[in-house]
C-alpha cells in the first residue's frame, strides 16, 4: 500500500500542480499545462538521459579499455535518444521549450525517468546488471512502439531499437560471464541483484499520463510486456548460475517524480555548466 | 522528386548534388554523405533550397558537423538561404551505402558492412556473420569488441595478419 500511495501522490502532484510551484525553475516548461503526451515523452527520454549520464561516469575508468569504450559507446546511444525525445517533447509543448532547456533546465521533481536508471553505478557487476535490466525492457517496449500511432515516437523507437539489439545482446553476455565466472564475480552478481532488483517493478507500472495515452493507443500496455521480460531475464540468469530472485517488493515513484536520493546529485553534475552559465554554448 | 519541379530547378538539384560531393563525415573523411545515403531528398523552388537528411546512428556526434558542413558548401555556393531539414523515418542503413563508399572504406582500413544485411542476433554469444579483414582478405577473424571508436564501428582482429582492424557494423 505504502509504494501505491508514493506513486499516487506523485502523480497527484504533477496532475494539480500543487506543492510542485516552487521548484518549476524553468520558464519555459508549465507542469501545469503539460499534457500526457508531453509527460510521456519526457518520460522516455528522461530514462536515455539519466542512464546516458550514468554509463558516462565510466569514461576512463573501465575495468579494461575495450568495455570502457563499449560503456561509453551505449551512453553515447542513449543520449542520441534523448536528444530526439526531448526535441518531439519541445514540439509538443511550444512555449519556447527546446530540447536543451528540457535536459538541462529542470528540477528533480520534474524529472519522470524510472528509479532503476539512476542507481549508482557500483562496481561492474551493478552497472552491468542495471544496463541488461533496462535493454531487456528497452528492447521490448520499442518492439512494439515502433508500430504506434504516433509516428515520430514510432520513428524514434524503430531508429532506436537497431541500437539497443546490441546494449541487450553485450550486456547479456556480461551477465553470463560475472554470473558464471568466478566465485568473487558471482558474489558481486548476486549483491548487485539485491541492490537492484527492487527497482525492476515499476518499468511496467503505468504511471496516469501511460494509462490516458493507452486509451488512444499511443502509450504501452506495460503489465504485458512483464511476462515476456521475466522470460528472458531467467533465460539468461539460467545461463548465468543466477538464481531467480524471491524479493517481492518493489519501489516505485521515478515516473511521477519521486526520485532516490541519487537524483539530486546526478543533477548536479549534469546540469552544473547550464546553471552556473546560463546560456552558455560551444 | 517534386514532379511539379520546373526544368530550371531539377537543373539546380543536379548542380547542388555536384556540390555536396565534396561534403564528407568527419570521423571517416573518405566517405562522402551520399556514399553514406545520408542525403535523401533535395527540394528546389526557385531560390528555396531544402535537403532532407537522415542520421546515420542515433547519438553519431558527426551529424552536426555534416548539416554545418552542407550548409556552408551551399553558402560558398551561393545558396544562401539552404534550409536543412533532418527526418528520421525511414531509419538509415548501411544498405544505403553505395558500392563506390563500400571500397573506399575497405582501401581506408575499415572492413565495410556485409553485403547481406543482418540485424544484431540479441542472442548471447550467438554465431557471428564472418568479417573479411580488409588488409589480407581472409575470413578467418574474431570479434574483440561489438563497441569500437566510433558509434559505426566494432573491434575485430584478423587470426591470419594478427591486425586489428574496424568493422562498419550492419545497421
Known sequence: ?282 | MNLCMNNRDMITVKNIKAILEVVTDPEIPVLTVSDLGIIREIKVNGEEVEIIITPTYTGCPAMDMIAMNIRLTLAEHGYKNGKITTVLSPAWTTDWMSEAGKAKLKTYGIAPPNPKQVVCDTKHFAEQESIQCPHCNSYHTRLISQFGSTACKALYQCNDCREPFDYFKCH
Request: charged share 20%; proline share 3%; hydrophobic share 40%.
Open chain 1, 1 to 282: 500500500m505504502d509504494k501505491l500511495d508514493r506513486s499516487y501522490k506523485g502523480a497527484a502532484c504533477i496532475k494539480s500542480g500543487h506543492a510542485i510551484n516552487f521548484i518549476n525553475s524553468n520558464p519555459t516548461i508549465d507542469l501545469h499545462k503539460m499534457t500526457p503526451l508531453t509527460n510521456y515523452i519526457l518520460h522516455l527520454a528522461d530514462n536515455a538521459l539519466i542512464l546516458a549520464q550514468r554509463n558516462a561516469e565510466w569514461c576512463g575508468h573501465g575495468p579494461v579499455l575495450e568495455q570502457d569504450i563499449a560503456i561509453t559507446n551505449i551512453s553515447l546511444d542513449l543520449l542520441g535518444q534523448a536528444r530526439n525525445l526531448y526535441q518531439y517533447a519541445a514540439k509538443v509543448n511550444g512555449n519556447d521549450a527546446t530540447e536543451d532547456s528540457l535536459a538541462y533546465l529542470r528540477s528533480e521533481r520534474e524529472y519522470l525517468n524510472c528509479l532503476l536508471v539512476e542507481q549508482p553505478n557500483g562496481d561492474w557487476a551493478q552497472t552491468i546488471l542495471r544496463q541488461f535490466f533496462f535493454s531487456v525492457y528497452q528492447a521490448l517496449l520499442f518492439e512494439v512502439l515502433q508500430h504506434n500511432r504516433d509516428e515520430q515516437l514510432a520513428a524514434i523507437a524503430a531508429k532506436s531499437l537497431k541500437e539497443v539489439r546490441y546494449h541487450l545482446r553485450w550486456s547479456s553476455e556480461w551477465v553470463i560471464r560475472l554470473g558464471d565466472g568466478t566465485t568473487e564475480s558471482h558474489d558481486r552478481m548476486l549483491q548487485a541483484i539485491d541492490m537492484l532488483w527492487p527497482y525492476t517493478g515499476e518499468l511496467f507500472m503505468l504511471a496516469e499520463y501511460e494509462s490516458t495515452l493507452l486509451k488512444d493507443g499511443i502509450s504501452v500496455e506495460l503489465p504485458a510486456l512483464k511476462v515476456a521480460w521475466t522470460k528472458k531475464i531467467n533465460e539468461v540468469w539460467a545461463e548465468a548460475t543466477l538464481p531467480v530472485s524471491q524479493n517481492t517488493f518493489m519501489q516505485s515513484g521515478g515516473k511521477n517524480g519521486t526520485h532516490t536520493e541519487y537524483m539530486g546529485y546526478i543533477l548536479t553534475d549534469l546540469q552544473y555548466m547550464q546553471r552556473v552559465y546560463p546560456n552558455c554554448d560551444w
